[in-house]
Nanobody
Framework: QVQLVESGGGLVQTGGSLRLSCAASGRTFSHNAMGWFRQVVGKEREFVATIDWSGVTTYYSDSVKGRFTISRDNAKNTVYLQMSSLKPEDTGVYYC?????????????????WGQGTLVTVSS
């Protein structure tokens, strides 16, 4: 059974930092693209960042570019999201996702596996 488990969310003040982790189990994703998305109640799930299997190719939404960094450790079957200079508008549930493909994409419907999410709250 494939599982993606996010951790590292919490409450942080504006300007602070958090590091999210997503540990995969049940199969290896070392040859697959992975991504981070976020969602606020009443809104659609929003693309945050994606990374290819090698870690060389990454893409970010304009709203987080320069503040967030996605990375991965294939030996640990884990992907990370380092978030810095956090703003109240970064608040939401952050989801990790994996594709059955090595091609990166910002489109949520093209991801095949999803975690349960971890809540990030940025206070002003």
């Amino acid at each position: 059974q494939v599982q993606l488990v996010e951790s590292g969310g919490g409450l942080v003040q504006t300007g602070g930092s958090l590091r999210l982790s997503c540990a995969a189990s049940g199969r290896t994703f070392s040859h697959n693209a992975m991504g981070w998305f976020r969602q606020v109640v009443g809104k659609e799930r929003e693309f945050v960042a994606t990374i290819d299997w090698s870690g060389v190719t990454t893409y970010y939404s304009d709203s987080v570019k320069g503040r967030f960094t996605i990375s991965r450790d294939n030996a640990k079957n884990t992907v990370y999201l380092q978030m810095s200079s956090l703003k109240p508008e970064d608040t939401g549930v952050y989801y990790c996702a994996a594709r059955d493909s090595d091609l990166v994409t910002p489109t949520p419907s093209r991801y095949d596996f999803w975690g349960q999410g971890t809540l990030v709250t940025v206070s002003s």
